[in-house]
């Protein structure tokens, strides 16, 4: 399962939050809380729990590690993307030629950031380790926008490219399940635990 975070300030500001350690504002503890009572059922719980080292993903873990009683393991291959100088920014004060390029090229990293081929090679890397325990285990990964595109790229078997097709809502939970280790995505997407 892998878990969108909560709302930073950040976030709705509408600025590409990367590697800012922003903490989740009041929605965003709100939706963290949320997400641990649905991972809380039966059907969802978690045998394991991996976060982001960032504040806001490891915040909303924690409210899913309190109901559950687990403890959570940090694995920074499922940070955020790296947006270098463009981090904390909004998208807007980005040149427009930086930005077709980056969406053109999956080589191109923003400068002193990393590229979208880079972020999939270590998000790769982190799904293959977990293949072996999902074939038993419920793992829980909260992580942030990019690397779930990422793994869902992994699990489809498709270019980089999807990235810039994929949409992810914020708390938002999407699961890939095995047939054998052949990965299936499962879910997509799905905000239904959050109130309206």
Request: proline share 5%; aromatic share 6%; glycine share 8%.
């Amino acid at each position: 399962m892998l878990v969108r975070h909560g709302r930073t300030m950040a976030n709705a500001a509408g600025l590409l939050q990367g590697r800012v350690d922003n903490e989740l504002d009041e929605v965003g503890m709100q939706q963290a809380n949320q997400i641990a009572a649905a991972l809380s059922r039966a059907d969802q719980r978690p045998d394991r729990i991996i976060s982001s080292p960032l504040l806001r993903a490891r915040q909303t873990a924690q409210a899913t590690a309190e109901l559950t009683g687990l403890d959570i393991s940090i694995d920074g291959r499922w940070a955020e993307l790296d947006y270098g100088e463009w981090d904390g920014i909004p998208i807007s004060e980005v040149r427009a030629s930086d930005w077709q390029r980056w969406r053109a090229d999956t080589g191109f990293a923003p400068p002193g950031g990393e590229s979208l081929a880079q972020l999939n090679s270590r998000v790769s890397a982190a799904c293959d380790e977990l293949t072996a325990a999902a074939a038993d285990q419920n793992v829980a990964v909260f992580t942030h926008v990019s690397p779930i595109k990422s793994a869902v790229r992994w699990a489809l078997g498709t270019a980089d490219e999807i990235s810039w097709h994929l949409h992810v809502s914020q708390a938002q939970i999407t699961s890939i399940g095995f047939r054998g280790p052949m990965p299936r995505l499962a879910s997509y997407n799905d905000t239904s635990h959050l109130s309206p």
